[in-house]
């Protein structure tokens, strides 16, 4: 599985790797308190956050999150224990308006600890390529799934991650979506200077903002084309 920092231009092939990525980045950070601790919230670019979660000056765990000005309004399910993940971090289960539910990992989820069920709340979601793929129009796409067993419409979205075997793993945030190619535009993080691109994709009336690393990129996109593949979803609450 990719580690999703190549997605916004991030050279990260070993731990210390995010180690020192953090202690460079640490002192433009804001320490925000939070239930079970504080997060240190770190931006670059004024798009990509990090999320530092701290207890009593230990570090707990990390994560990170793509920022726009997209957002969408979900009804909240339930929130989704996870053995891994420390009480500052985890996952939620929402549906969109009713039409679909959705897995996200929620970088500030421990600044929403009182949600009720069915209550509608505001939220930005963040897609990271596991894989990808490109079509220059709606009829290529449909040619693309004439030999497919199981088609699928050019705007989907199935959420792969809540479909297991394992009956006492928790479902994940990973989801097989396609969507119309609203915008795009290949940006580079001003730490490493590493190109990545960046896609609106609406899908079935959402807009996802998708990063993906120049390697997954095997052709230009073109604007009304269709983006498909396979992601891990982050979701931040507002």
């Avoid at 509608?120 to 030999?147: C, G, H």
């Amino acid at each position: 599985m990719p580690n999703h920092y190549s997605d916004m231009g991030f050279l990260i092939e070993r731990q210390e790797d995010i180690s020192e990525l953090l202690q460079n980045l640490y002192e433009t950070g804001t320490t925000i308190p939070a239930k079970h601790g504080e997060y240190r919230y770190i931006t670059v670019d004024n798009y990509i956050e990090f999320w530092l979660q701290i207890k009593k000056n230990n570090v707990l765990g990390l994560e990170f999150h793509y920022s726009s000005k997209n957002t969408i309004s979900v009804k909240f399910e339930k929130y989704i224990k996870n053995k891994n993940s420390s009480k500052l971090g985890g996952s939620v289960y929402v549906w969109n308006e009713g039409n679909f539910p959705m897995i996200l990992d929620v970088p500030n989820l421990d600044l929403y600890r009182k949600i009720k069920k069915d209550s509608v709340i505001s939220m930005q979601i963040s897609a990271y390529t596991n894989t990808l793929s490109l079509f220059d129009s709606k009829e290529d796409y449909d040619r693309s799934q004439e030999e497919n067993k199981l088609q699928y419409a050019s705007e989907c979205f199935v959420p792969i991650g809540m479909f297991t075997t394992d009956k006492n793993a928790p479902p994940e945030a990973y989801a097989m979506l396609s969507g119309t190619i609203k915008s795009f535009e290949k940006r580079a993080n001003s730490i490493s200077n590493k190109a990545y691109y960046y896609f609106e994709v609406e899908c079935l009336g959402i807009i996802f903002d998708i990063v993906a690393d120049t390697e997954y990129v095997s052709k230009e996109p073109v604007i009304g084309g269709v983006l498909n593949g396979e992601f891990w979803l982050s979701g931040k609450m507002l």
